[in-house]
Nanobody
């Protein structure tokens, strides 16, 4: 069993930056692929970024490519999402997810564990 706890959300002006963190429990964190998803009001949850178990492979949604960066520190059981040049359309609840398989997937159905989410609000 893996528990995920997100932090770092908040209110920021357009053009600003935030860094989200996701702390994971469990000794097998380093073998899991990790991802960030988000869900805006009245919209379906969508893939934002993913990273393989080693950190060697990353994947991004087109809408965030070049602005967001996902990384992980397996020694700290933590995955990060650095968000720069934020836009009002980035406003959403951001969720961290873990997949027991090591490869990166954009499909939320393959992820086994989810955090409770952290709110990110970008004002114009």
């Amino acid at each position: 069993q893996v528990q995920l706890v997100e932090s770092g959300g908040g209110l920021v002006q357009a053009g600003g930056s935030l860094r989200l963190s996701c702390a994971a429990s469990g000794r097998t964190f380093s073998t899991y692929a990790m991802a960030w998803f988000r869900q805006a009001p009245a919209k379906e949850r969508e893939f934002v970024a993913g990273i393989s178990w080693s950190g060697g492979t990353t994947s991004y949604a087109d809408s965030v490519k070049g602005r967001f960066a996902i990384s992980r520190d397996n020694a700290k059981n933590t995955v990060y999402l650095q968000m720069n040049s934020l836009k009002p359309e980035d406003t959403a609840v951001y969720y961290c997810a873990a997949d027991r398989r090591s490869g990166v997937s954009r499909s939320e159905t393959v992820y086994d564990y989810w955090g409770q989410g952290t709110q990110v609000t970008v004002s114009s």
